[in-house]
């Protein structure tokens, strides 16, 4: 295991005060914090050899391909795909889901059924309505229970043969719920749907491995796990993304160009038009090399005693809910107090120096769901510690005193 002062002297922000009080960052489901060594490959891109890549005849644009194509291949071994071409670089998950969806704009028709769950992101919703508006296909979506658990019963109910695609969390960001995806790819392979898992809340606690879940699409967002915002990944099982038509056309993804007709480039640059997220992509690598360093199975030990710690902590304050109590989750606590609306205790807590996330979480159905406006959200990373836990818990308290 890793000695948590040591990891947080890797970030620097960590360090910062808020309101005058020490940071207390618990808003990880919305951004994971950077260390330096991933600052470090920022700086150093910028300081020594930023330049574009791909067609570049001088040494800056070569040295530039190399580390951006390295990325490509750290990221393709972290998910263990079997094709460093299978890895789209994109601007992260909102957009790799969005190039999904647009490809199946021109292989889905009218009545065929797709089907999502009610844990969703609105990222991994509405992509797929404006499909379903575009090609007459139908939305299909399996219910929650109380625990914030999806039902898989109904999910079975849900499965026919008119089902072409189905795209469910791997983790609910809202609730924390971490989803049956291994039953879920292979129940939708039975009847000859696609399956995409969003990996989004996934990626910073766990390393899937795409081939083993033999799911079709995968995406994530490198700013969730340490990495820089605008750059993010989809995976695509090769054979899938060579029926997908390219999503955005310009420079890059073609292999030539006539007013007559353009032919296009072969994966994976037919997915990846303009100049790239060039430095977010290397740092992307940075990131991923740094959590594989600490180990995932650390993390999820240290972030699984954190989450245990704080739900415990938690529920001696009477009055509060906790959202989203399934056997299976990761270290995140959605909560309300009896009465209280959720930004008014967010509030009060940034002027603690306390950062959670209030609202909605673009999750709008799990709120419906609840009844409820929204939620406080508490997301742990492994550079949290226990003390961390003991100020947010005497935050809510002297919140609730306020408010009440
Ligand atoms: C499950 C899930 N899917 C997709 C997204 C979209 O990712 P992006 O394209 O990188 O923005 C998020 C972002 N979730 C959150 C962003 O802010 N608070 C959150 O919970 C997410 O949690």
Not at 29 to 40: K, L, W
Request: one cysteine or more; aromatic letters at 8%.
């Amino acid at each position: 295991m890793f000695k948590i002062e040591d990891i947080r002297k890797d970030f620097p922000i960590l360090s910062r005060k808020v309101h005058g009080k020490p940071l207390v960052y618990l808003d990880n489901g919305a951004t994971s914090q950077t260390p330096i060594q991933v600052i470090n490959t920022i700086v150093d891109y910028y300081s020594n050899y930023n330049a574009n890549i791909h067609r570049g005849v001088h040494t800056l644009s070569q040295e530039a391909t190399d580390k951006y194509e390295t990325a490509r291949y750290k990221i393709q071994n972290h998910f263990n795909a079997k094709h460093a071409h299978e890895i789209i670089l994109t601007s992260g998950t909102t957009e790799s889901i969005n190039l999904v969806a647009h490809g199946f704009a021109s292989l889905l028709k009218k009545n065929d059924e797709v089907i999502v769950s009610s844990l969703e992101h609105h990222s991994n919703i509405v992509p797929w309505q404006m499909l379903c508006e575009k090609t007459g296909a139908f939305l299909k979506v399996i219910p929650m229970n109380d625990e914030g658990d999806l039902v898989m019963e109904e999910y079975d109910k849900l499965l026919s043969k008119k089902t072409k695609l189905v795209f469910v969390n791997h983790i609910s960001n809202a609730l924390g719920t971490i989803n049956p995806i291994k039953y879920i790819i292979e129940k939708g392979h039975q009847v000859g749907a696609a399956v995409l898992i969003d990996g989004a809340q996934a990626c910073p606690h766990i390393k899937p491995d795409v081939q083993e879940l033999d799911v079709d699409f995968y995406v994530a967002s490198a700013h969730k796990m340490c990495g820089p915002t605008g750059v993010g990944m989809l995976y695509g099982k090769e054979s899938w993304l060579k029926k997908l038509p390219p999503y955005q056309g310009g420079g890059e993804m073609i292999a030539e160009v006539t007013f007559e007709k353009t032919t296009y480039a072969n994966l994976p640059h037919k997915f990846e038009a303009g100049t790239p997220n060039i430095c977010g992509g290397i740092a992307f690598g940075t990131a991923i090399d740094y959590l594989n360093n600490i180990g995932f199975d650390n993390i999820a030990t240290y972030e699984h005693e954190l989450l245990e710690y704080a739900t415990k902590k938690l529920l001696e304050i009477e009055g509060l809910k906790i959202y989203g109590t399934s056997k299976n989750k990761t270290s995140v606590i959605s909560f309300n107090l009896n009465g209280i609306h959720p930004y008014d205790v967010g509030t009060i807590l940034d002027k603690l120096g306390i950062a959670v996330r209030t609202g909605h979480h673009c999750a709008q159905p799990i709120m419906a769901y609840y009844k409820i406006p929204g939620t406080v959200r508490a997301s742990f990373a492994f550079y949290n510690t226990k003390e961390e836990i003991d100020v947010l818990v005497e935050g809510v308290k002297k919140a609730k005193m306020m408010l009440s």
